[in-house]
């Protein structure tokens, strides 16, 4: 059967067909999204709760460890984290890539349910939890600066309408504010003023919260008019605050004024002043553009910009807008660079035909399958729902090497009968009939060589799915064309006679390949008669696989320059927000002196990405100026800054640059990879925590080593003694709430303007000059009887922390005690019947009471935070590569490190985040190998229908390995997952010479009666030209993968360079391997079947 015949007897339906292949795909190729990787949903959860006042080592066992043990039980958890701080204890439950969001909050919700008779009774709120996707990156950054407004007020312009209107957006998944927080009025009090008075915190915060009310009034009637009730209930400035009422002592009255120092907008007043936002050195507040999942981000990036100049003209014109950061700049770049490097290989290809068959009417013919099979690819990806990314483009590259070898191969055998006398009918109907099999058996192959990519599972599978997916369509499309339009347009457009060159340069070539192959003949001749020595070559060539296997370098994925650095400062626990406010400063300026940067955002106080929140820390995004303008990468402006970082005391930076593929679970960190520690006792993982950390700033295969567990921070305790407080009429309450009110910057009362859509918020604390020294403990005062009024929940004071405890009775204590017993017995006889219940205004003097009465302080140090991996209580060690080193080296050498200074058996070690999926990815490669070569032998045994042929085709791959490793370490290449894709793809291209040698050997033995020497030998002759041209066209598809250069071609230059180093040395070798391995085989199973045969005597000695 002869499944061409029918399209080339039917020219004009072929073409047609053919024509709405490739206008189907056009149509589809204007529709598909845009993006830097295929569409990767990385599905997290976070589970935080709070319990006021309690410390790091509270919260760790009593909150997260409950929590823990539930959460832990949820089905396909890839990894679980926590981190437990004063007061709250937050969980990170990271899920398989394929686990569907909404049906892991159910579960996340039913376990905090179960967890709850676990948790403390004092939990007043129950654990509240939020979906994340960890994948998801900002696509676009604003700065907005002002030379008149203050911060608050730029970042209630940006809060009010630019983050609204930004969200509203199609594709838009979120935005994002920081660098400052809403504009507020502030009450700055004087404790000393409030004590000669005699009044306490909670009388102001009483005053304060009644002083705002917004209550319906209802409205007056009469026979012929409406009057709507309104009044002055709203203060929303400074002044009416600073003549607020709060006492009347003996006929004066006491105003807020009196006692505190009152600002709002107009004097940069905001809700939280330990934030701040820089951008290239100005005071800025930062907006961060989020996609939506599978949202094209050029189309998202540009309806942005294109809101912008109507966000400009929405908002106060002394603010000023500039675009920081756009992800589409370089996506476009990059898909700009693969595009020409897609037209570059399929020109290149044209021109191998060209070469070879000296012939324009035989280069046009693959000048129609290839955009035909690449245009007809991307209806199939439009149907699958997959992007122009990437991975995509990249696949479509690497086909036109592959697309165009069934063409070839049905071109050179119809070249080959017409040469032979036949006409241009007889040859396509004959050579498409000889060769159909064979270009079947060539694609699906290959195909198969992608299941085990197919199958996978994890980001490895989901990244990779969309690669094979859309090599292996175009690859049959291709096959379809090669079956169907090829034939039919050879048989028109081919010459009537033998095709010779008519140029010097196709004279020239013709005579030089014909005199190659010669002697391919003569040396194919040799090797035949030394099949041994062959045969030890391919052992050895196996060996060496192993070998250059063992000792490459290896990476996960190939490091990208994406024009953007993200990085973060970090001081010692205790530094104050001032001081991480004047060193982000500092590191700053340093980094926008170098001469790649084009700008830079930095936060500190809260906000920006990673650990970089809380005062001791501060977030830097810098954005490079463009691959063009800059003659240095990401890595070497990171390389070359950190020796002018490191002089800035008392602050450790570490650099980064943004990747676009990352996960892998494991907490945030200042350095892109994680080696997690893990034990049983907390104060012998910090010990051995930081020896390593020490032992390992010392080895050259790692940089920026950092740790997550830092030393204590300070703390102010105040030790309470609960008899002389109670004599006092004092609780612990009201005293939690005189702290809160005095130094947690509380909330007292909401400011509702009916004419914005923000509400604003009057902000409570002691005077800045309160708050600089726990000596200001002394000074405090609480009322004996306030305790009505509703406190805030426990603060953070200070640079650190304090916590209430009771007194413990000791020898070296009583004559304090003695003191301040006393003390605390004449102020609670003198003073019962005076004191306030925390009313709006207080009308009599009533009874302050110094804390020095009740209590006495200290300052000591305390766990910033307590860290768990899974159950175990953990601490990750992060850390940067330097330029040049591989992943794999580096995870080498930190266990030798480990080793080397002797971290005992209860410190357990193991790599989570990136390091992790490149573990993960490591072990299973020689799984996928193997896998892929087992498809490979069943699809040919099936084919076939042999268990001895599909061997000798698989014994040409061990050679591709070798020239693929070799490239690879010849070019300073790490050995990463796309040059294991490369391998993987070296077996497909490889095994189809080995295909078109046994096929026609086969055949020859079937049909001209040869024996296998002289069938192999024939074959090889006769199939030369097409194999010489279907890999010179594989290596010019993949060639210009590999000398690429600009903008994305950091991910895709591994795969040219292993694909390329690969067919050079194969073709070399199995032009002469695979002739004596198929005699072998077939010498081997000839003897078998000899054996199991009955011989015709036994048979008639039975009968």
């Known amino acids: 059967m002869n499944i061409s015949a029918p399209f080339i007897a039917r020219p004009v339906a072929t073409t047609l067909l053919t024509l709405g292949v490739a206008l189907a795909g056009a149509a589809a190729f204007t529709l598909l999204p845009v993006a830097p990787l295929p569409q990767i949903e990385a599905p997290a959860i976070f589970v935080s709760a709070s319990l006021p006042g309690a410390s790091p080592e509270v919260m760790a066992s009593s909150v997260a460890t409950p929590l823990e043990r539930h959460l832990g039980a949820i089905a396909d958890v890839d990894d679980m984290t926590s981190s437990s701080s004063v007061g709250s204890a937050n969980i990170q439950l990271t899920f398989g890539i394929d686990r569907n969001i909404e049906g892991a909050a159910r579960d996340v919700q039913a376990a905090i349910v179960a967890a709850h008779a676990d948790l403390p009774s004092s939990l007043t709120r129950n654990p509240s939890y939020h979906k994340l ?39 838009v998944g979120g935005v994002n504010v920081n660098g400052s927080a809403l504009p507020a009025v502030r009450v700055e009090i004087n404790p000393l003023a409030l004590s000669k008075y005699g009044i306490g915190l909670q009388d102001v915060r009483a005053a304060i919260s009644n002083a705002n009310a917004n209550a319906p009034k209802g409205a007056i009637e009469s026979d012929r008019l409406h009057y709507q009730i309104y009044t002055n209930d709203n203060a929303r400035d400074a002044p009416p605050y600073r003549n607020l009422i709060i006492a009347n002592r003996s006929g004066s009255v006491v105003r807020l004024g009196d006692v505190a120092a009152v600002t709002d907008m107009e004097d940069g007043a905001t809700e939280n002043i330990r934030t701040y936002g820089l951008y290239n050195g100005k005071a800025a507040v930062s907006v961060y553009v989020f996609q939506q999942p599978g949202a094209n981000i050029i189309a998202v990036v540009d309806a942005v910009k294109a809101e912008l100049p109507l966000l400009k003209a929405a908002i106060d014109p002394k603010i000023d807008l500039v675009v920081t950061f756009d992800r589409s700049l370089t996506i476009r770049a990059s898909l700009r660079q693969i595009e020409q490097t897609l037209l570059l290989a399929v020109a290149m290809v044209i021109l191998v035909v060209y070469m070879f068959l000296h012939s324009y009417r035989a280069a046009f013919i693959p000048a129609v399958v290839v955009p035909v099979s690449l245009t007809g690819t991307f209806g199939a990806m439009y149907l699958l729902d997959y992007s122009l990314d990437n991975f995509s483009l990249m696949a479509l590259t690497i086909a036109t090497g592959f697309v165009v070898d069934d063409a070839i191969v049905v071109m050179e055998n ?93 004279q020239a070539f013709e005579r030089r390949f014909q005199s190659l192959r010669r002697g391919y003949e003569s040396t194919l001749d040799w090797a035949l008669h030394h099949p041994r020595l062959m ?28 024009g953007q650095i993200w990085g973060g400062v970090r001081g010692d626990a205790f530094s104050s927000f001032q001081l991480m406010k004047g060193k982000l400063q500092q ?97 012998e993982l910090r010990s051995w925590s930081q020896k390593l950390r020490l032992a390992l700033q010392d080895v050259p295969e790692v940089t920026d080593v ?74 405090l005062y609480v009322s004996t009887s306030g305790g009505a009024v509703s406190g805030t929940q426990a603060t953070q004071a200070l640079a650190g922390t304090t916590r209430f405890k009771t007194a413990a009775p000791s020898s070296a204590a009583v004559a304090q005690d003695a003191a301040r017993n006393l003390a605390a017995n004449s102020l609670a006889n003198a003073g019962r019947g005076n004191t306030s219940t925390g009313s709006a205004v207080s009308v009599s003097r009533e009874t302050v009471v110094p804390f020095s009465a009740f209590s006495h302080f200290s300052t000591s140090t305390t766990p910033v935070s307590v860290n768990h991996t899974g159950t175990s209580v953990s601490t990750s060690i992060a850390f940067n590569l330097p330029e040049g080193e591989s992943l794999g080296t580096a995870l080498a050498a930190i266990d030798r490190t480990m080793n080397r200074i002797h971290v005992p058996v209860s410190i357990r070690g193991g790599s989570y985040g990136t390091a992790r999926l490149f573990q993960q990815n490591a072990s299973s490669q020689p799984l996928m190998l193997a896998a892929a070569l087992l498809a490979i032998y069943v699809v040919l045994g099936m084919l076939y229908e042999s268990y001895s042929q599909p061997l000798t085709i698989i014994s040409t791959l061990p050679s591709a390995g070798v020239g693929a490793l070799l490239a690879l370490m010849v070019t300073d290449t790490e050995f990463s997952l796309i040059a294991f894709l490369g391998i993987l793809l070296l077996i497909g291209i490889v095994k189809k010479n080995a295909i078109m040698m046994v096929d026609f050997a086969l055949d020859a033995e079937r049909t001209l009666g040869l024996d296998p020497r002289a069938a192999i030998a024939r074959a090889c002759s006769l199939r030369f030209r097409p194999i010489m041209m279907t890999t010179c066209a594989a290596i010019a598809g993949a060639l210009p993968l590999a000398l690429a250069s600009g903008d994305g071609t950091e991910m895709r230059r591994p795969l040219g360079i292993s694909i390329v180093g690969g067919l050079v040395v194969s073709q070399l070798l199995t032009l002469y391997t695979t002739p004596v391995v198929y005699l072998y085989v077939h010498r081997f199973w000839s003897r078998g079947k000899r054996r199991t045969e009955i011989p015709p005597a036994a048979l008639e000695a039975r009968g």
């Open 414 to 506: 119809t070249t080959r009968h017409i040469e032979a006398g036949m006409t241009r009918m007889q040859a396509a109907l004959r050579g498409a009939r000889e060769v159909g099999f064979t270009v079947l058996s060539m694609s699906l192959s290959l195909i198969a060589v992608f299941i085990p990519f197919e199958l996978a599972g994890g980001l490895v599978g989901k990244l990779f799915r969309e690669f094979t997916t859309t090599l292996s369509v175009a690859i049959l499309i291709s096959l379809a064309i090669s079956l169907t339009a090829t034939p039919m347009m050879c048989a028109r457009l081919l010459g009537r006679g033998r095709e010779r060159p008519s140029t010097p340069f196709g």
């Open 587 to 683: 590191v700053a300026r340093i980094i926008q002196q170098d001469p790649a940067v084009q700008s830079v955002v930095g936060t500190v106080g809260g906000g920006g990405f990673g650990p970089h929140g809380g005062a001791a820390s501060a977030s830097v995004g810098v954005t490079l100026k463009p691959r063009a303008q800059r003659s240095a990468s990401a890595d070497q402006v990171i390389e070359r800054l950190r020796p002018e970082l490191a002089s800035v005391t008392g602050v450790a930076t570490y650099l980064q640059a943004a990747q676009d593929i990352g996960g892998g679970g494991g907490r945030s960190a200042n350095s892109e990879y994680q080696y997690t520690l893990l034990g049983d006792d907390l104060n």
């Open 535 to 562: 045969l030890l070559s391919l052992l050895a060539t196996i060996g060496l696989n192993v070998y250059l296997y063992v000792v490459i370098p290896k990476g996960f994925f190939p490091q990208q320059d994406t």
């Open 706 to 779: 950092d740790t997550d567990l830092q030393p204590g921070g300070l703390e102010a305790d105040l030790i309470v003694d609960r008899d002389s407080a109670a004599r006092l009429g004092l609780t612990e309450s009201q005293i939690d709430n005189a702290l809160g009110d005095g130094f947690a910057q509380a909330q007292v009362s909401t400011i509702y303007n009916p004419f914005s859509p923000q509400q604003y918020h009057v902000v409570m604390e002691v005077a800045p000059e309160f708050w600089q020294s726990p000596q200001v403990l002394k000074e």
């Open 133 to 171: 996707n960890t994948a998801m990156f900002p696509v676009l950054s604003i700065a907005m600066t002002s030379d008149v407004l203050t911060q608050g007020q730029i970042f209630d312009a940006a809060d009010a309408v630019i983050s609204q209107r930004l969200s509203q957006i199609k594709g």
